[in-house]
């Protein structure tokens, strides 16, 4: 998997970086959310807590998606803004089985 940064935008307003981007996945399944946030953290040096991958829209017949994230300044900010359905699309498996047990 693949991705390729093609805006980033600061949105003062919100607190928040909004970036555009391509995923290409030659010879694999579309990747999950949470596997496209764990790269994006890595290529823009953020927190995984203060970012959130918003949607990923395969292209027909190709191997390349368009997706959009957001990097917030805070966690605070991301919770104030991001719909609760964002935010657990965001969340891995792992993260929701622990708040289960608490």
């Known amino acids: 998997m693949e991705i390729d940064i093609f805006?980033?935008?600061?949105?003062?307003?919100?607190?928040?970086?909004e970036i555009k981007f391509y995923v290409e996945y030659e010879g694999e399944a579309t990747p999950k959310i949470t596997d496209i946030k764990s790269k994006l953290v890595a290529l823009l040096n953020s927190k995984k807590e203060s970012?959130?991958?918003d949607n990923v829209q395969p292209h027909y017949g190709e191997?390349?998606?368009l997706g959009y994230a957001k990097v917030y300044e805070t966690v605070e900010d991301?919770?104030?803004i991001e719909t609760k359905s964002v935010i657990a699309k965001n969340?891995?498996?792992s993260e929701e089985a622990e708040e289960d047990e608490e």
């Open 63 to 65: 191997p390349k998606a």
């Open 78 to 80: 991301l919770e104030y």
């Open 91 to 93: 969340t891995e498996a």
């Open 7 to 17: 805006e980033d935008k600061e949105n003062k307003v919100f607190n928040r970086r």
């Open 51 to 53: 970012t959130v991958v």
